[in-house]
C-alpha cells in the first residue's frame, strides 16, 4: 500500500476517479498551507505543490506532480532527492493563458485601459488613434503549449508569426518563420509584438536585458507571462517611458508582489495583473490540471513511463 499526500483542491467526483485507480492505497487530501514535515516524511506519492522547503523530509518520495507547469523551486539542488521522479502540467494552461495574452494585447491596442480610467473619473475623452493586429508581426519566444496557442490566435487575427525555440522541430502551420533561440537577436527587430513565453532557467535570467530591449523595435509592445526573472525592470521602464515602446503587459515580476514604489505602476501604457493569467481562475483549466494528475497517477500506479517529466537541467519536459 502507498501513501498518496493530495494537495490540489480536488473535488468529490476528482477524488473518486483518483481512488478507482488504486483503491488499496492511502490518501490523504489536505491544503497546501496545512501540510507538516511529517506529511511529507511519510509519502510515497505528493500530487500538489507542497512548500519546497519541506520536500527536504521526502525520504521515500517516488513521484512529485506538480500542479503548475513552472517548478523552479523543486529542482534546486537538495531539494527532492534526484531518485524522485518531478512531473508538470505543461498542456493545462495554454488555453486560459493565451486568451489572457491576447486579451491585453487587444486592450493595449484599442486604448481599453485609458477608456476605463476615464469612465471611473466621468470623464467623456476621444483618446486618438489605435493600432491593428492584422498585419502586425509577432514574435513568440518559447513555442510550448501557451506560446504555441498565442501564436494560433494571433495567426488567426491575421498577425505574422515568428518563433524561437531551444530545440529544432516541425514548423507548425500556425508559425510562418520558425528559429531557435540563437537567432532571436536576429528578428526581433522587426517585431511589433514581443511575447515572452519561457520559465525560470539559467538560460532565460535576463534575457531581455537593457541591451536587448534597446534592439526591439520602436513601438514594439512587449507580453510578459512566464517568469520575471526574464526581463530587467528598470531597463523596461525606461523604454516605456521614453517612448521607446507602446506598451507592455505584464503578469510576472522580477520580484513578487510587485513593490509598490515600482515605476511601472504609474506608466499609462503598461497592464499589470498579479500572476493571475494560469492558476484555476478558468474552470477549464483546472479540469486539465485534475486530467493529468490523473493520468500521471495511472502511469504510476501500473508502472508505465510519465509524461511530463522534468529534465532537472532545464526545467523544462523532456
Not at 55 to 82: C, N, R, T
Not at 255 to 271: A, D, F, G, T
Not at 302 to 310: A, C, E, K, L, T
Request: proline share 4%; charged share 25%.
Amino acid at each position: 500500500m502507498k501513501k498518496i499526500l493530495v494537495a490540489v483542491p480536488f473535488e468529490e467526483d476528482g477524488k473518486k476517479r483518483l481512488e478507482s485507480v488504486c483503491p488499496q492505497n492511502e490518501y490523504v487530501y489536505i491544503s497546501a498551507d496545512k501540510v507538516t514535515s511529517d506529511d511529507i516524511a511519510n509519502a510515497d506519492a505528493v500530487i500538489g505543490n507542497v512548500p519546497a522547503e519541506l520536500m527536504k523530509h521526502a525520504k521515500k518520495l517516488e513521484w512529485f506532480q506538480s500542479q503548475m507547469a513552472g517548478v523552479d523551486p523543486y529542482i534546486k539542488d537538495g531539494v527532492i532527492s534526484e531518485s524522485t521522479v518531478i512531473t508538470n502540467v505543461t498542456g493545462a494552461f495554454g488555453l486560459a493563458i493565451s486568451e489572457h495574452m491576447v486579451g491585453c494585447v487587444l486592450e493595449l491596442y484599442k486604448k481599453l485601459h485609458l477608456y476605463r480610467d476615464n469612465q471611473n473619473k466621468s470623464l467623456w475623452r476621444d483618446m486618438g488613434s489605435v493600432k491593428q493586429i492584422e498585419g502586425q508581426t509577432v514574435l513568440i519566444v518559447g513555442l510550448g503549449d501557451i506560446g504555441g496557442c498565442f501564436a494560433k490566435k494571433m495567426k488567426a487575427l491575421g498577425a505574422y508569426t515568428v518563433a524561437v525555440k531551444r530545440r529544432p522541430g516541425e514548423k507548425p502551420d500556425y508559425i510562418n518563420e520558425l528559429y531557435l533561440t540563437d537567432m532571436l537577436d536576429s528578428v526581433l527587430p522587426r517585431a511589433d509584438i514581443v511575447a515572452l513565453c519561457m520559465p525560470d532557467t539559467p538560460e532565460t535570467r535576463g534575457m531581455f536585458s537593457a541591451k536587448r530591449i534597446s534592439q526591439m523595435k520602436n513601438g514594439a509592445t512587449l507580453v510578459n507571462i512566464g517568469r520575471g526573472s526574464a526581463v530587467d525592470t528598470n531597463a523596461l521602464a525606461d523604454a516605456l517611458e521614453s517612448g521607446k515602446l507602446y506598451g507592455a503587459a505584464l503578469d510576472v515580476f522580477e520580484k513578487e508582489p510587485l513593490e509598490p514604489e515600482s515605476r511601472l505602476w504609474s506608466i499609462p501604457n503598461v497592464i499589470i495583473t498579479p500572476h493571475i493569467s494560469g492558476f484555476f481562475h478558468l474552470r477549464k483549466t483546472y479540469e486539465n490540471i485534475i486530467d493529468i494528475c490523473i493520468r500521471n497517477y495511472e502511469n504510476y500506479v501500473y508502472g508505465r513511463p510519465f509524461f511530463n517529466v522534468i529534465d532537472r537541467e532545464t526545467g523544462y519536459c523532456r
